[in-house]
């Protein structure tokens, strides 16, 4: 089985990253996508947070009826902060009867920059295969509803790297454009706007009923 995991916030998870996963299983020929929650991130801080349990329910909730996809709660249950490497170690032992080659990480394109900064960055590169995914720019958002990076991300990236020249070993997944962040959805459930079709339906229906993100 061909496995790969798109770990996030999901603060809150929203169609964008299931068509993801639905372009790597499509055009990479891929199984199964892991959608991993991260408990706490190292590379920034999350506005309007909300508990952890939401937004692994969230998780669970937004990939229900589609076998491909699952929600992987061990970044959450793991507790502190979240590094990529230790979650692809644990992965590759859970899934080691089942686990055709190594596991693919995807990853967002705007985040190839400070790459080299991550916890054991070569290595996992090596023991993962990394998928860069095109993302759409954020839009002018208000400052308040934006991650901001913390520590060294952010800062002194690699100056013009792109997917053509990413130095690590990598693939490529062409994925509809969709201009759509979840710092958006926040701010348009903060402010009243029309959000209901950037959810799933189950999505949606969470997010009312626990009053998240709402002002």
């Given at each position: 089985?061909k ?6 916030s ?5 169609i ?5 996963a639905?372009?790597v299983?499509k ?5 199964k ?21 939401d ?8 990939v229900l009826g ?8 061990c ?8 590094y990529?490497?230790?979650?692809i170690?644990f992965?590759?032992?859970?899934y080691?009867s089942?686990l ?9 394109e705007d ?6 900064k ?29 991650n901001?990076?913390?520590a ?9 790297v ?8 990598h ?9 759509l ?20 339906e189950?999505?949606?229906e969470?997010i009312?009923e ?6």
């Amino acid at each position: 089985m061909k496995i790969a995991m798109l770990g996030g916030s999901f603060n809150p998870i929203h169609i964008g990253h299931l068509i993801l996963a639905d372009s790597v299983c499509k055009n990479l020929g891929y199984d199964k996508i892991l959608f991993v929650p991260t408990a706490n991130p190292p590379h920034k801080e999350l506005s309007c947070e909300v508990a952890a349990s939401d937004r692994l329910e969230m998780t669970r909730l937004a990939v229900l009826g589609d076998e491909r996809f699952e929600a992987e709660p061990c970044e959450i249950e793991r507790g502190g902060v979240s590094y990529t490497y230790d979650t692809i170690c644990f992965l590759e032992q859970k899934y080691a009867s089942v686990l055709t080659g190594k596991i693919g990480l995807i990853m967002g394109e705007d985040l190839i920059a400070d790459y080299d900064k991550w916890y054991k960055a070569a290595e996992l590169a090596s023991k993962a295969d990394l998928i860069l995914a095109v993302r759409p720019k954020d839009s002018d958002l208000k400052a308040e509803f934006q991650n901001s990076p913390t520590a060294k991300y952010g800062k002194n990236p690699m100056l013009g790297v792109t997917r053509e020249n990413f130095p690590f070993p990598h693939k490529i997944v062409e994925n509809p454009r969709i201009e759509l962040s979840s710092s958006e959805i926040r701010q348009k459930i903060a402010e009243t706007g029309a959000w209901r079709y950037l959810v799933s339906e189950r999505v949606f229906e969470y997010i009312i009923e626990r009053n998240l993100y709402a002002k």
